[in-house]
């Protein structure tokens, strides 16, 4: 699995580069719009991988408010999921809603993690 560090990177990569900007952007956006993950209440966020620690960590540090939201919309994609339905279209996470609440705490949680590691390696 790459790490948030490197996937944000290239994406800071692309988005420097007209060209890949004016094809992958569009092309991300679509296939976003297919995946319907906001038609269920989620953010993109919600949807990453939280079983590594770096993602525990992350996880642990956001704020209340910002951590009972993400723990609501979660159980409420359960929810729609089970009752095999959707939210109506007002109620859904609109792109401009869709913003990346966790990615500062991860990439933070990642700087220390990869310290930690180089200081445990460290040969005296």
Not at 21 to 31: D, E, G, K, Y
Not at 74 to 94: G, M, N
Not at 95 to 121: Q, R, S, V
Request: charged share 25%; glycine share 2%.
């Amino acid at each position: 699995m790459a790490s948030i560090t490197s996937i944000v990177k290239t994406c800071d990569f692309i988005r420097s580069r007209p060209v890949l900007s004016r094809v992958l952007i569009p092309l991300s956006q679509l296939f976003t719009s297919f995946s319907g993950y906001r038609q269920m209440g989620l953010k993109y966020n919600d949807l990453l991988m939280e079983e590594t620690p770096v993602m525990q960590t992350a996880i642990r540090r956001l704020p209340e408010d910002l951590s009972y939201a993400r723990n609501y919309r979660i159980l409420t994609a359960h929810q729609l999921a089970l009752t095999h339905q959707l939210l109506p279209a007002d109620k859904a996470v609109k792109p401009e809603e869709d913003d990346h609440y966790l990615i500062p705490y991860i990439l933070e949680a990642e700087a220390e993690a990869f310290e930690k590691a180089e200081l445990d390696n460290i040969e005296v």
